[in-house]
Structure formats: structure tokens, C-alpha cells
């Protein structure tokens, strides 16, 4: 299971890099990727692709965790961005604002190349974690190298609970 859930990771990650792709289908396959990802959690429920009633907000993917996140909120959100620069606050305000509308208590942003700002003063993007934190919403961050990491789901599941605890115990972003 290991080598499959690993070499997958690292095939759909590098589809969604590939050249000569337009941005929406490197960004669609990377979401696709993170469907996967999650969905071969076991006691997950992975539902992607939202959009609003009034279609003015769309949410990437949606989980439900049935207790494959033992510390994770029941039913958190995920935003897929695979830009080849960091994500700036603009759109780490947006995802926030979506979440805090739904007082979501878990935002999960995977970003292939992080967030703009500095971890330890939390600037910039990273600012904005730590004004969701007291309303509610923590925020973690995933980038590339966190998901070359994952060799096997039980991987996903440990580091998604330990920057969940890293954004619930500073008050801020749960980020590397």
C-alpha cells in the first residue's frame, strides 16, 4: 500500500507540473491530486468541487472526518493552489473569509510553493492566521515538499495533526 500510496503521490504531482499545461489544468490536477490524498484516508468522506448557492464562492474540497484525524475538527475545507510563486494574502483572505462564513474550525491551504511572509513574525499571507485564530479558524499550510514527504496516509494524518496543534497552541499558522 505504502509504494502505491507514494509513487501516485509523486505521478500526480508531477502531471500537475508538467510543461505546456495551461494554469487551470496544472491547477485542476493538482486538486485532483488532493482528492486522492484524502480520499485514501480511511474514514474520510471527500466531497470536491463546491460552489455556493449564489455562485459566488467555490470551495476546492471539502472532508469530513470520521475519525481518521483523532485531534482534527469533524469536517474541515481545503484550498488547492499550484502557482508557481507563494501564495499572497489576497487569496489566503479569501479561502478565510469562506471559512469563518461557515465558522469552519480548520482551513487547510495546500500551496505548492507556501505562503508570502515570515513564520516566525507572521507577515504578509501569514498575518491572516493569526487574525482567523481567535475567531475560530485555524490555519494550516501544506507546500511541495510536505506532500514528497508522504509515503504513506497514516504520514498525511501525522502531519496534518501536528500543525493543526502548532496553529491551536500559538494562536497563528500551522506551516513548516
Known amino acids: 500500500m505504502s509504494a502505491i500510496f507514494k509513487s501516485e ?3 500526480r504531482l508531477k502531471a500537475a507540473e508538467a510543461t505546456g499545461l495551461t494554469a487551470a489544468a496544472k491547477g485542476s490536477l493538482f486538486e485532483q491530486l488532493l482528492v486522492y490524498i484524502f480520499d485514501e484516508l480511511p474514514a474520510t468522506i471527500v466531497e470536491p468541487g463546491i460552489t455556493s448557492s449564489f455562485g459566488t464562492e467555490q470551495v476546492d474540497i ?3 472526518n470520521r475519525g481518521a484525524f483523532p485531534s482534527l475538527p469533524n469536517v474541515f475545507l481545503v484550498e488547492c493552489k499550484n502557482y508557481g510563486h507563494k501564495l499572497d494574502s489576497k487569496a489566503v483572505g479569501y479561502f478565510l473569509f469562506i471559512c469563518l462564513s461557515r465558522k469552519v474550525e480548520l482551513a487547510v ?5 507556501g505562503l508570502t511572509g515570515d513564520s516566525a513574525e507572521q507577515t504578509y499571507a501569514k498575518s491572516l492566521a493569526k487574525a482567523a485564530s481567535p475567531l475560530g479558524c485555524k490555519l494550516i499550510v501544506l507546500d ?3 506532500l514528497l514527504s508522504f509515503t504513506t496516509p497514516d ?3 501525522r502531519l496534518l495533526e501536528r500543525r493543526y496543534l502548532q496553529a491551536f497552541a500559538s494562536g497563528g499558522i500551522g506551516v513548516r
Do not use: G, T
Open 109 to 113: 491551504i495546500v500551496a505548492s510553493n
Open 9 to 11: 503521490v509523486r505521478k
Open 155 to 157: 504520514d498525511v494524518v
Open 144 to 146: 511541495r515538499d510536505d
Open 62 to 64: 471539502a472532508v469530513s
